[in-house]
């Protein structure tokens, strides 16, 4: 299983960033995806799931700004985050399971993209 995360960059407080991570290696629609952060200097985070059946779950701090979606015809995971603020400046990543059903365990990692928020 490989996962590829793109689209950080920079971007001013109140901007969006649409991030993507492209998925091979299986049937990617069979799988719970997840995206985490991790800020300088601070412990990697869970920021958002989206299960195999599309249901959606997000971390407090970016409920109501972010949102996950998957297109299972492209085997690709987005983000879509709105009114970013400096608080959001970490290293994505996208992440999935061995498994099926086995929620909230990730076992494969995309190597990060870098989205930082200028104030």
């Known amino acids: 299983v490989q996962l590829q995360a793109f689209g950080g960059g920079l971007v001013q407080a109140g901007g969006s960033l649409r991030l993507s991570c492209a998925a091979s290696g299986r049937t990617f629609s069979s799988y719970d995806m997840g995206w985490f952060r991790q800020a300088p200097g601070k412990e990697r985070e869970w920021v958002s799931t989206i299960s195999s059946a599309g249901n959606t779950y997000y971390a407090d701090s970016v409920k109501g700004r972010f949102t996950i979606s998957r297109d299972n015809t492209e085997n690709t995971l987005y983000l879509k985050m709105n009114s970013l603020g400096p608080e959001d400046t970490a290293v994505y990543f996208c992440?999935?399971?061995?498994?099926?059903?086995?929620?909230?365990?990730?076992?494969?990692w995309g190597q990060g993209t870098l989205v930082t928020v200028s104030s």
């Open positions: 992440a999935t399971a061995m498994y099926e059903n086995t929620p909230g365990e990730y076992d494969y």
